[in-house]
């Protein structure tokens, strides 16, 4: 099993529209949690930190379910913008493991 | 967030020869910086962590003689990737690891995009 998973999508919704992206962690000791957004071929940026009791910054919405050890991503009335491929990241210690990441289209 | 720069943001150069990338933090110290290499349509591959002052520890199947990385301070590492072949020809990402708020964060640099002849 591998240590981040994710849907590799793609995902292809209408502008407007709510879409939400899970992904799963295999270690239990993992301690902080990140979403990250990558556009094509540019650098991973920090799209925003997974806190215990779920976090929100305007259109999205990060959860975290340690007992089920997943991590989920919401994004509310897409934009054109949000067009990206999302990379799921767990840290423990120093290590961190990425998702492979969910791409996400939104169409006009 | 902080800040990573990486130089060069892109170099073309023969088979061969020897390329060195640097990555550094500009507005913190990361005693942790990483090195990954993604191909097209590919997810992000950690090739090696590099630790300020000691070896760093390379990801299997990574050549630590091929890939050289050296992290002399605290706000630079290097890369050098030598005797580069066709192949080696990829995007190169640096990232750095800092400590925000009691936890950590990983920031990364802009990439390089090496393509060998």
């Given at each position: 099993r591998k240590e981040v998973e994710q849907d590799p999508g793609p995902f292809n919704v209408p502008e407007g529209a709510t879409v939400a992206f899970n992904c799963t962690y295999s270690n239990s000791a993992s301690q902080s949690f990140f979403w990250y957004r990558q556009d094509c071929r540019k650098e991973p940026k920090l799209l925003m930190s997974v806190y215990s009791s779920g976090n929100e910054d305007g259109r999205f919405t990060a959860q975290l379910n340690r007992a089920s050890q997943y991590i989920s991503l919401l994004i509310r009335d897409?934009?054109?913008?949000?067009s990206a491929t999302y990379l799921c990241v767990v840290n423990w210690g120093q290590n961190f493991v990425f998702g492979p990441g969910t791409r996400l289209s939104v169409l006009p | 967030g902080a800040v990573v720069s990486q130089h060069p943001s892109w170099v073309i150069c023969k088979s061969g020869t020897s390329v060195k990338i640097e990555c550094r933090s500009l507005d913190f110290q990361a005693t942790t910086m990483f090195w990954y290499r993604q191909f097209p349509k590919k997810s992000l591959m950690l090739m090696a962590t590099s630790n300020e002052g000691s070896k760093a520890t390379y990801e299997q199947g990574v050549e630590k003689d091929k890939f050289l990385i050296n992290?002399?301070?605290?706000?630079l590492s290097t890369l050098t990737v030598t005797?580069?072949?066709?192949?080696?020809?990829s995007f190169y990402i640096c990232s750095a690891r800092t400590w925000t708020s009691g936890r950590n964060e990983q920031f990364f640099g802009p990439g390089t995009r090496l393509t060998v002849l």
């Amino acid at each position: 099993r591998k240590e981040v998973e994710q849907d590799p999508g793609p995902f292809n919704v209408p502008e407007g529209a709510t879409v939400a992206f899970n992904c799963t962690y295999s270690n239990s000791a993992s301690q902080s949690f990140f979403w990250y957004r990558q556009d094509c071929r540019k650098e991973p940026k920090l799209l925003m930190s997974v806190y215990s009791s779920g976090n929100e910054d305007g259109r999205f919405t990060a959860q975290l379910n340690r007992a089920s050890q997943y991590i989920s991503l919401l994004i509310r009335d897409s934009k054109l913008s949000d067009s990206a491929t999302y990379l799921c990241v767990v840290n423990w210690g120093q290590n961190f493991v990425f998702g492979p990441g969910t791409r996400l289209s939104v169409l006009p | 967030g902080a800040v990573v720069s990486q130089h060069p943001s892109w170099v073309i150069c023969k088979s061969g020869t020897s390329v060195k990338i640097e990555c550094r933090s500009l507005d913190f110290q990361a005693t942790t910086m990483f090195w990954y290499r993604q191909f097209p349509k590919k997810s992000l591959m950690l090739m090696a962590t590099s630790n300020e002052g000691s070896k760093a520890t390379y990801e299997q199947g990574v050549e630590k003689d091929k890939f050289l990385i050296n992290h002399a301070s605290l706000t630079l590492s290097t890369l050098t990737v030598t005797s580069a072949h066709p192949e080696d020809s990829s995007f190169y990402i640096c990232s750095a690891r800092t400590w925000t708020s009691g936890r950590n964060e990983q920031f990364f640099g802009p990439g390089t995009r090496l393509t060998v002849l």
